[in-house]
């Protein structure tokens, strides 16, 4: 049986080698070959290798393994669609590496393929923020290659500490503690659970409208896949799932940038299914699944539709935008279907999915979360479904279209929103790739009704609440603000320490100087070390005090 | 104010269907609309209070040539 990242690998040679036309058919014919194979690999099929004196198993499929590799690889298709008009060989070799790394993960029997294929992801997805092209790009990307290779460090210390201990080389359920603690912050991570979600907000808007697309699709849903995996039913996650889903709207009805603003609703959505896997019974973690799958179709079109507007006019700023159904009608309809996903509307994929998460934190009596995730499903429109909309295509005109849109990019758009609507209204393709058999039902009267007041009460709050959600040109720091703080705290702390040592230092030869104590001692290599030490010991008590 | 306008309308004309099938869920006919009005007003009233907190600051002002 062929691994699905052969074909992604075996492209990404193909387009490294070969010419223009060749790369854009690759780009699509790659995932295409690999969404093929994952389709057709018999459940329960698994591939073992021998290498350097450890058993590898580098492809094991179950349900849950299927899932997210059937929709990483039709994301894939997508992307190549999107990107078919760029000549860029380093974005393809990179989306086609990522590509790899992706399946890679979640096909990973062992943990050792599943590490090498967590860090392959990590720098094809630097290469792809770097692919921005600016300054602000590269700077993002070394921010996210920092993140993340501190990520890929505790998870591999964590791994290190699991195989000390003797513990099973396969990859599957670990307790919170110890060696487990290390690989939950490692994923962590990469689920941009606050406080160490700035890296998303930050990179993704600094890389260009096609990597974006998947960008959005693999980091944080790699580690969705490892958490239900590794970490179903840990409580604490239920939690931190609630305060991303809050967190990541209350950011986002704040933001100027759109790129950022539906980073921000990454935050939130991967919040639904953060919590989903802590509540850990078969329909959550179906839900989980089913929202992962949703998730990656909404908000890649959500991200080709943004990137789509600053291919058009260059901008991406909400306060620079506006007037733009008229020149771009085809982009706004399809951004709306995108909007109104992921905000739940009936007849459209998030509907069914987010439904799932909700209904198993009321089945399982945890009525606050299930509120919680209301409240942020409320915000979700108000940001996504009416601000964006608003200050993007409606007004006045504020800018012009200077490109227009590709065919290729308009083809996935509407390929992504076909997707949303056909799982929206035939929810039963989709539970058929879900790891439990739930017999949910989404579509009851009560839902319904609740969903279509609820959207309504929102487009209320927009209205009333309007003057407060107009244009202004802004940053938001988050974040940012704390790791600024600490970072210049760890400056003033090193300082006071050099401080220290050069004062001590010169006391040091003035002694020595006077012959008082022994010279020799002094001068010593060993004594002048402990003295210096001494003397930053000092300069740092001194600064802290 | 149109959009304020359909926006009631749909409430209204949904939490009546709602209450005339007895179809609903936690809440009476309705009431989703009301926690959609309050919790998107708090939601953008926590927004403001994140900005007020430092947390959001004015685009930088473009640079003088060799600043």
Same mark, same amino acid.
């Not at chain 1, 040679?13 to 060749?22: E, I, T």
């Not at chain 1, 000390?164 to 080389?169: K, L, W």
């Not at chain 1, 008229?326 to 905000?343: D, E, F, K, T, W």
């Not at chain 1, 009460?457 to 244009?471: C, E, H, I, K």
């Given at each position: 049986?062929?691994?699905?990242?052969?074909?992604?690998?075996?492209?990404?040679?193909?387009?490294?080698?070969?010419?223009?036309?060749?790369?854009?058919?690759?780009?699509?014919?790659?995932?295409?070959?690999?969404?093929?194979?994952?389709?057709?690999?018999?459940?329960?099929?698994?591939?073992?290798?021998?290498?350097?004196?450890?058993?590898?198993?580098?492809?094991?499929?179950?349900?849950?393994?299927?899932?997210?590799?059937?929709?990483?690889?039709?994301?894939?298709?997508?992307?190549?669609?999107?990107?078919?008009?760029?000549?860029?060989?380093?974005?393809?070799?990179?989306?086609?590496?990522?590509?790899?790394?992706?399946?890679?993960?979640?096909?990973?029997?062992?943990?050792?393929?599943?590490?090498?294929?967590?860090?392959?992801?990590?720098?094809?997805?630097?290469?792809?923020?770097?692919?921005?092209?600016?300054?602000?790009?590269?700077?993002?990307?070394?921010?996210?290659?920092?993140?993340?290779?501190?990520?890929?460090?505790?998870?591999?210390?964590?791994?290190?500490?699991?195989?000390?201990?003797?513990?099973?080389? *396969?990859? +599957?359920?670990?307790?919170?503690? !110890?060696? &487990?603690? /290390?690989?939950?912050?490692?994923? $962590? #991570?990469? %689920?941009?659970?606050?406080?160490?979600?700035?890296?998303?907000?930050?990179?993704?808007?600094?890389?260009?409208?096609?990597?974006?697309?998947?960008?959005?699709?693999?980091?944080?849903?790699?580690?969705?896949?490892?958490?239900?995996?590794?970490?179903?039913?840990?409580?604490?996650?239920?939690?931190?799932?609630?305060?991303?889903?809050?967190?990541?709207?209350?950011?986002?009805?704040?933001?100027?940038?759109?790129?950022?603003?539906?980073?921000?609703?990454?935050?939130?959505?991967?919040?639904?299914?953060?919590?989903?896997?802590?509540?850990?019974?078969?329909?959550?973690?179906?839900?989980?699944?089913?929202?992962?799958?949703?998730?990656?179709?909404?908000?890649?079109?959500?991200?080709?539709?943004?990137?789509?507007?600053?291919? *058009?006019? +260059?901008?991406?700023?909400?306060? !620079?935008? &506006?007037? /733009?159904?008229?020149?771009?009608? $085809? #982009?706004? %309809?399809?951004?709306?279907?995108?909007?109104?996903?992921?905000?739940?509307?009936?007849?459209?994929?998030?509907?069914?999915?987010?439904?799932?998460?909700?209904?198993?934190?009321?089945?399982?009596?945890?009525?606050?979360?299930?509120?919680?995730?209301?409240?942020?499903?409320?915000?979700?429109?108000?940001?996504?479904?009416?601000?964006?909309?608003?200050?993007?295509?409606?007004?006045?005109?504020?800018?012009?279209?200077?490109?227009?849109?590709?065919?290729?990019?308009?083809?996935?758009?509407?390929?992504?929103?076909?997707?949303?609507?056909?799982?929206?209204?035939?929810?039963?393709?989709?539970?058929?790739?879900?790891?439990?058999?739930?017999?949910?039902?989404?579509?009851?009267?009560?839902?319904?009704?609740?969903?279509?007041?609820?959207?309504?009460?929102?487009?209320?709050?927009?209205?009333?609440?309007?003057?407060?959600?107009?244009?202004?040109?802004?940053?938001?720091?988050?974040?940012?603000?704390?790791?600024?703080?600490?970072?210049?705290?760890?400056?003033?702390?090193?300082?006071?320490?050099?401080?220290?040592?050069?004062?001590?230092?010169?006391?040091?030869?003035?002694?020595?100087?006077?012959?008082?104590?022994?010279?020799?001692?002094?001068?010593?290599?060993?004594?002048?070390?402990?003295?210096?030490?001494?003397?930053?010991?000092?300069?740092?008590?001194?600064?802290?005090? | 104010?149109?959009?304020?306008?359909?926006?009631?309308?749909?409430?209204?004309?949904?939490?009546?269907?709602?209450?005339?099938?007895?179809?609903?869920?936690?809440?009476?006919?309705?009431?989703?609309?009301?926690?959609?009005?309050?919790?998107?007003?708090?939601?953008?009233?926590?927004?403001?209070?994140?900005?007020?907190?430092?947390?959001?600051?004015?685009?930088?002002?473009?640079?003088?040539?060799?600043?």
């Amino acid at each position: 049986m062929i691994h699905p990242a052969v074909p992604y690998l075996l492209g990404a040679l193909l387009v490294a080698l070969g010419p223009v036309p060749l790369r854009r058919a690759v780009a699509v014919t790659a995932p295409l070959v690999a969404l093929a194979l994952v389709w057709t690999a018999p459940d329960g099929a698994s591939v073992a290798v021998r290498l350097f004196g450890l058993t590898l198993v580098p492809l094991r499929i179950d349900a849950l393994a299927r899932a997210f590799a059937i929709v990483f690889t039709l994301i894939g298709v997508l992307g190549g669609i999107y990107a078919a008009h760029v000549p860029g060989r380093r974005f393809h070799v990179a989306a086609l590496v990522a590509g790899a790394a992706g399946v890679g993960i979640v096909l990973a029997g062992d943990w050792a393929t599943f590490y090498v294929a967590w860090e392959v992801l990590a720098v094809a997805s630097f290469v792809l923020v770097i692919d921005g092209g600016t300054p602000a790009a590269g700077a993002a990307a070394i921010r996210y290659l920092l993140m993340h290779l501190l990520g890929g460090s505790l998870l591999l210390g964590g791994l290190a500490w699991i195989r000390v201990a003797g513990g099973s080389p *396969a990859v +599957g359920a670990l307790e919170p503690g !110890g060696a &487990g603690t /290390l690989v939950l912050l490692g994923f $962590a #991570v990469n %689920a941009a659970i606050p406080p160490l979600h700035a890296w998303l907000t930050d990179a993704y808007p600094e890389s260009s409208p096609a990597a974006g697309v998947l960008l959005s699709a693999f980091a944080t849903k790699a580690a969705v896949y490892a958490l239900a995996r590794v970490f179903p039913g840990t409580e604490l996650l239920v939690w931190a799932g609630c305060v991303m889903a809050v967190w990541g709207v209350v950011f986002a009805i704040l933001e100027d940038d759109m790129r950022k603003l539906l980073g921000y609703h990454i935050v939130s959505q991967v919040g639904y299914m953060v919590a989903g896997v802590g509540l850990g019974t078969p329909l959550a973690l179906s839900g989980v699944v089913a929202h992962a799958f949703c998730h990656i179709l909404y908000k890649g079109l959500l991200f080709m539709a943004t990137g789509s507007i600053v291919h *058009a006019t +260059g901008r991406r700023r909400l306060s !620079g935008l &506006g007037g /733009l159904a008229r020149p771009l009608p $085809a #982009v706004a %309809a399809l951004y709306m279907v995108g909007a109104l996903s992921i905000s739940g509307a009936p007849l459209l994929n998030g509907f069914v999915s987010k439904a799932m998460i909700v209904s198993a934190a009321d089945a399982a009596a945890a009525p606050a979360v299930a509120w919680l995730l209301t409240v942020a499903s409320v915000g979700t429109f108000l940001s996504v479904g009416l601000k964006l909309p608003a200050l993007v295509f409606g007004g006045p005109s504020r800018t012009g279209v200077a490109s227009p849109v590709p065919a290729g990019m308009t083809a996935a758009m509407a390929l992504a929103a076909a997707l949303c609507v056909l799982l929206g209204v035939a929810p039963g393709l989709l539970y058929r790739l879900l790891p439990f058999d739930v017999g949910y039902v989404p579509y009851t009267g009560a839902h319904v009704i609740e969903t279509l007041e609820l959207l309504a009460g929102t487009t209320l709050a927009f209205v009333l609440a309007r003057g407060a959600l107009a244009r202004k040109a802004t940053i938001t720091l988050d974040m940012d603000r704390v790791y600024r703080a600490a970072g210049r705290a760890v400056v003033r702390v090193g300082r006071g320490i050099e401080r220290g040592a050069v004062a001590l230092e010169a006391g040091v030869f003035a002694i020595v100087d006077a012959g008082v104590p022994s010279r020799r001692a002094l001068a010593s290599p060993v004594g002048y070390a402990v003295l210096v030490a001494l003397g930053a010991l000092g300069g740092f008590l001194v600064l802290v005090r | 104010m149109k959009l304020g306008g359909a926006a009631l309308l749909v409430a209204v004309v949904v939490g009546i269907a709602g209450a005339v099938v007895d179809v609903h869920g936690h809440l009476p006919p309705g009431g989703y609309a009301v926690v959609g009005v309050l919790a998107g007003l708090a939601l953008v009233a926590a927004a403001k209070l994140v900005a007020r907190a430092g947390l959001q600051r004015p685009v930088d002002p473009p640079r003088e040539p060799g600043a």
